[in-house]
Structures are given as C-alpha cells and as structure tokens.
C-alpha cells in the first residue's frame, strides 16, 4: 500500500474519533446522572429498622416459647405416664395380694405363670401339686380357659387371672371351680374394676371323704332312691298338662339307679330320665321335696329350711287309719264325724272301690285328710308274682289318682303280709299298725273303744276299717275318749314327720323296721 493511501486512512479514522469520545462523554453523563438520582433516594429510619427488629425478636421469643411449653407438656405427659404405670403395677401387685390370700385360705398351693399379650397380661395359678386339688389335667384346664379368656379382651390394660377357686358352702361342703376373669384398669379412679368371668365345671367336694360328692354320698339307700322315684313321678303329673293321659307311662317307667346322671348343686338336684313314654326326660327338684331321702349335711340347710317339721315332743300323738274304703255311706258318715271334731285321719284305699266310688275318694282328699294305697282288690302280697303285685299295685294307685289328683306315697300291705321282694316290688314305704281294734271281729262300738283304751300310746297307729257301719258309730266316742286323755289326731305323714322311706315298714311313730 503506498504511503498516500496510508495516510488517507489514518486521516479518516481521526475524523471519526471526536465522534466515539463524545458518545462516551454522553454515557459517562448518563451513569452519573443515574448514580446521582440513586444517591438521592431517601435512607430507611432508624426507627423502622429497630420495629423489623422487634418482629423478629418477639417472633423469635414466640417460637422459643412454644418449643418449651411443648417440650414441658411432653415432659408432664411422660412423667404423668410414668406415674400412671406406676399406679397401675401397683394395683397389680394388689390385686395378685389379694388373690394369693384367697389361695393360701383355700388351703392349694399354687405357682403364677405369666402371659403376655402385648399390654395385656394374664396370669395363671397353677396348683404345685394337682393330686390337692379334684380335677384331672387341672393345669391344663386353666392355660386353655385363660388363653379363651384373653382372646375374648383387646381392650388396652386388661388384666385376665385363671385360677382354681375354692369356697366353703357349709362345714360339710367345698366348691372348687376353674375360673378366669378378666379385670380392665380404670385410670380415673385409679383401680381395677371386672369385665367379665367365665368357668369349667363346678365340683363340690364333701368335707368328711375330700372327694367329689358322689350319688350314693347324697343318696345314701336304696329306699331313698325308691322315695326320691315316688317324688319324680308326682311332679311329673303335676307339669303335665294332661296328667291322666300318661298316669299308665308314669306308674310304670323305669327307676332312677345311683348309675342314673344325677347333676348336683347344694340348691337343687337336676335327674336325667331313663328313657321313658312321659314326655319328661329331666327333672330338677329341691331338696325340700326330698328331704327324707338325702344326705342334708351336703346341701344348703337354707333349701332344706322347715322341710321336715317335727312334732311337739311335749304333746301326745295317735293316728287314726281306716282301711278298705271308700264307699258311699259308713265313709260319708264318718267324714261327717271327723269335720265335727275336726280331726284328720288316714285312709288306706282299695283301687276297687276308688273306681266304684270316685267322688267320696276326692271328698276324702278334699278335707285334708291322706290318702293312701291299699292294693286294688285285697291280695296278700306276699303270694302274688312280681308281675302280679305290679299290676294291682298301679291299678289301685290309677285309680286313686284319677279320682284325687295325686299318687299315694304310702301303702298298707292287706293282712300285714309282706316281704323284701314284695316291698322292693312296690317301691312305698309300709305302713303297719300297733293297735288292731278289732273292730273286723267284734263289730261293737262299746269293744272297739275298750281295745284302743287299753292299748293307746303316744305314738300309736290305729287300725279301723269304715266299711262297717258299727265301726264308724264307735269314732265318735273314741275321739273323744282320746282327747280326754290329752291326745292330738295326726295323719301318718305327721306322725312319722315324713321320713317314711320305701323298703321299710312303721309299726308307729318310734318304731321302724326294715323289711327283710
């Protein structure tokens, strides 16, 4: 490039120079103008940086505060909770006191074996030794009702405790019975307080053997069996809505043995049926029904209370029984004599002549008097078959009931004449006498009072019969003979207070025999 061309350019670009520094002067202006306005603005207070301050300080102190009411409520609910657990062991302990107690008093020795259920806990008293205590496998009885029990409770601090539980029902009677119960903890009252109980099979115990009360230690004879027979058979009919449509089922089922399932509680006896055409297959009955045939040490004297009244030891007592009735005149007039001088007798009824004479049978029952069973047609006893004696005993005793409304419980053998088989046959207790009027032979009133005067006793059975029109006009003046003497007229049932008993035969209040 030549030197003009050079010097060309240079020149040029010179003349553009005043240009470029004048744009930068501008823009120098410019930022200085702008710095300038930004110096200008006005500066914040000091007295609104020191309210910023403030804020933050007390929002600061704010959140200190909360952080320590919440780390001191936290503080107080964990110790709160610490004491309450406190409280709460210690009503355990308590409890689990008061429970030992029981078991030290019940005489079993026990070890506790613990279960626990998250915050549930179950305790176990198992016996050390399980020969003391009635039950077969009685640990392992309680772990399964104890771990059924525990199931039953979700419930947050339950405490469920198995045991064998052992209390005196009398000086002869001990109950044991496997239970668990379950105890929820109440915090505002700070105790524990039952939710529910459930147990096995309850076992009584008879203080005098230490063993499990058995039918034959509550029952304790075969005449007792028999009697308690009698006693399920009339409360058969009397539940009965139709009595007399099943009286031939009751009279002739099968009787109860000491095999029989017998469920006993001190209150009440419940009998499992032998298969039978009644309609009945249980019975339960109280004790006061069968008071006479029981052992009544081995139940509650309360289910027994005036079961048996006694009569006045200080007071004289015959009985007066009439035999081979009824009929529809000598009976009638001696109802009349009896109501006068308000007097119960017995009256030993032949099933004849009941169905011949149906009304006077009831009226008989309807004046209070007893009505009792003297065979059907007047056999002696002692030379029927068992057959035989079975068919005239339930004839006479049908009868009886359809006219009366109720079985006999008592039964006088015609001519006296009996035996073991026959008494086992008829399943009553026999009724004899002590003074025969002979009344049958001599057929005079003025005879009849004479022989009963000689004879008479505190105590004494009478034999009459009111078929006979003489014998019947001799009541009159030997009630009054009798009363004069300071003589009281009882039914047998009063005179022997209702402990007659099947298989033995009363010849009069103080005197009893088996038949044999």
Not at 347 to 352: A, E, N, V, Y
Request: aromatic share 6%; proline share 4%; net charge neutral.
């Amino acid at each position: 490039m030549s030197d003009k061309n050079i010097y060309a350019r240079r020149s040029q670009r010179h003349k553009q120079e005043p240009d470029i520094c004048e744009n930068t002067n501008q823009l120098n202006e410019a930022v200085k103008s702008k710095t300038g306005n930004e110096n200008k603005q006005p500066k914040i207070p000091k007295k609104k940086s020191n309210y910023s301050k403030y804020i933050f300080a007390l929002f600061t102190a704010l959140i200190l505060v909360i952080v320590a009411t919440g780390g001191y409520i936290v503080y107080t609910l964990k110790q709160q909770e610490v004491e309450a657990q406190a409280k709460y062991e210690t009503a355990v302990k308590n409890l689990m006191a008061s429970i030992q107690e029981e078991q030290d008093q019940s005489g079993i020795s026990t070890k506790i074996d613990t279960i626990n259920d998250g915050e549930n806990k179950c305790l176990v008293y198992s016996p050390v030794y399980e020969s003391t205590v009635p039950f077969k496998n009685a640990n392992q009885l309680l772990d399964e009702l104890a771990q059924k029990q525990q199931k039953k409770h979700r419930e947050k601090e339950v405490l469920t405790v198995a045991r064998i539980k052992a209390t005196a029902i009398s000086s002869k009677i001990g109950q044991y019975r496997i239970e668990a119960d379950s105890f929820i903890w109440d915090r505002s009252k700070e105790n524990f307080k039952k939710l529910d109980s459930i147990s096995e099979k309850t076992i009584y115990v008879s203080e005098k053997t230490g063993k499990e009360i058995t039918n034959k230690d509550l029952i304790p004879d075969e005449g007792s069996l028999l009697g308690i027979q009698q006693v399920i058979q009339q409360s058969i009919l009397d539940h009965a809505k139709e009595p007399k449509k099943i009286i031939d089922a009751v009279l002739t089922m099968d009787r109860i043995s000491y095999e029989s399932k017998m469920t006993y509680t001190p209150d009440e006896l419940t009998i499992d049926l032998p298969k039978n055409t009644t309609g009945t297959t249980k019975v339960i009955l109280k004790y006061r029904d069968i008071a006479p045939f029981i052992d009544t040490d081995l139940v509650s004297q309360e289910s027994i209370k005036d079961a048996l009244p006694a009569l006045d030891e200080n007071k004289k007592y015959v009985a007066l029984t009439f035999d081979d009735g009824p009929n529809n005149s000598s009976t009638l007039d001696l109802l009349n004599i009896l109501k006068t001088n308000n007097v119960k007798a017995t009256f030993f009824m032949l099933g004849q002549m009941v169905d011949q004479n149906p009304d006077v049978a009831k009226q008989v029952h309807d004046e209070g008097h007893e009505v009792a069973c003297h065979l059907y047609s007047h056999p002696q006893l002692n030379t029927l078959s068992t057959d035989e004696l079975q068919s005239e005993m339930n004839k006479a005793n049908k009868a009886i009931f359809k006219a009366t409304g109720v079985l006999p419980r008592n039964i006088r053998p015609p001519y006296g004449a009996i035996d073991k088989k026959s008494a086992e046959t008829i399943g009553m207790p026999i009724i004899q006498w002590n003074i025969d009027s002979l009344d049958w032979k001599t057929r005079n009133p003025e005879a009849i009072n004479n022989v009963v005067k000689q004879n008479v006793f505190n105590g004494a059975i009478i034999l009459i019969h009111d078929i006979h029109h003489e014998s019947v006009k001799a009541v009159s003046g030997l009630i009054t003979m009798l009363k004069n003497e300071g003589y009281e007229f009882v039914t047998i049932d009063q005179l022997l207070s209702g402990k007659q008993k099947p298989l033995h035969q009363y010849f009069g209040m103080n005197d009893e025999r088996l038949v044999d």
